[in-house]
């Protein structure tokens, strides 16, 4: 049975996020991924302001009247989402934690790829793929990808994405469009991202905490890594050490983002600290733009 505060949780997530995504995604979402192809419908007569590239001249010449052929769009997709699920997800200092925010951002995508009659599925990993949910459609089936993402524990403690991404290439048979969501700290995926892109749609999420870029000055503080359990102390009163952490992690951004640039990787950067659905739809509009 599923304990109550889970269900209330589940209930104010998809709340949220239906709401989000039908007041400001839905139509963004249609526009940028438009589906496989498109598949001939019909034939029917000329009219004014129609393609004349569409001018089915077979038809034409024996009618004696110009027909063009209609297509219609081959609308339905299939949306993987592939989440980090390791122990540095846990890790949050503004409004919500890295991995809470991963859900919610699945949640809105899988409400998005429903809402246009697309299948989605679930991969988590961690430096194991832990959890996969084959792709269906319907909100009953985007609860359940709700439910498994809350309830999650994993066996695995550090990340690595080329282990997931090499299981994906194998399982999808179909051109797919996958969200890869995680704040990558892991090394030696570049090659496995390329070639997923190479094959199918790759999207890459990178969730930020304000803490992993920038420290206030509040005295000596413990610090652990999540996944490799290394602990160091930190005087945060010392300028010095917050400038020179600082710096590290903006080089650390700086070469993420020209990693994906590098690889024509998409990528839509996000922090705990702020609202997320403004690089969504800004992502949304920049895509279109391109297709």
């Known amino acids: 049975m599923i304990p109550r505060e889970l269900i209330r949780k589940i209930?104010?997530?998809e709340i949220r996020t239906n709401r989000m995504v039908n007041d400001v995604l839905a139509g963004e979402y249609h526009s940028v991924f438009k589906g496989r192809g498109v598949e001939f419908?019909?034939?029917?007569?000329?009219?004014?302001?129609?393609?004349?590239?569409?001018i089915d001249w077979n038809?034409?010449?024996?009618?004696?009247?110009?027909?063009?052929?209609?297509?219609?769009?081959?609308r339905e997709l299939t949306v993987m989402l592939a989440v980090d699920a390791s122990s540095s997800s846990l890790f949050g200092?503004?409004?919500?934690?890295k991995g809470e925010l991963a859900v919610e951002l699945s949640a809105v995508l899988a409400f998005s790829a429903i809402k246009?009659?697309?299948?989605?599925?679930?991969?988590?990993?961690?430096?194991?793929?832990?959890?996969?949910?084959?792709?269906?459609?319907?909100?009953?089936?985007?609860?359940?990808?709700?439910?498994?993402?809350?309830?999650?524990?994993?066996?695995g403690g550090s990340t690595d994405i080329k282990t997931a991404m090499d299981f994906l290439g194998k399982i999808l048979t179909r051109k797919t469009v996958v969200f890869l969501l995680s704040d990558f700290l892991s090394a030696g995926y570049e090659e496995a991202l390329?070639?997923?892109?190479?094959?199918?749609?790759?999207?890459?999420?990178?969730?930020?905490?304000p803490r992993e870029i920038e420290m206030p000055?509040?005295?000596?503080?413990e610090l652990q890594d999540a996944e490799t359990g290394e602990i160091v102390i930190v005087d945060t009163y010392d300028a010095s050490i917050r400038q020179r952490l600082a710096n590290t992690a903006a080089t650390d951004l700086d070469q993420l983002t020209k990693s994906f640039k590098r690889m024509q990787v998409d990528h839509i950067p996000v922090r705990t600290d702020k609202p997320?659905?403004?690089?969504?739809?800004?992502?949304f509009q920049q895509r279109a733009k391109r297709y």
């Open 11 to 13: 209930r104010r997530i």
């Open 41 to 54: 419908e019909e034939v029917r007569e000329y009219m004014h302001g129609d393609d004349i590239r569409t």
């Open 59 to 74: 038809v034409t010449a024996r009618m004696g009247n110009p027909f063009v052929k209609r297509y219609r769009e081959e």
């Open 93 to 97: 200092t503004a409004d919500k934690m």
């Open 116 to 155: 246009n009659n697309d299948r989605v599925g679930l991969v988590l990993f961690t430096d194991r793929v832990e959890k996969f949910i084959p792709p269906k459609k319907g909100k009953k089936h985007v609860l359940r990808l709700i439910r498994e993402l809350l309830m999650f524990e994993p066996a």
């Open 194 to 209: 390329r070639m997923m892109n190479n094959r199918h749609d790759l999207v890459t999420i990178s969730i930020t905490d």
């Open 217 to 221: 000055p509040i005295g000596f503080l």
């Open 276 to 283: 997320y659905i403004d690089p969504l739809v800004r992502f």
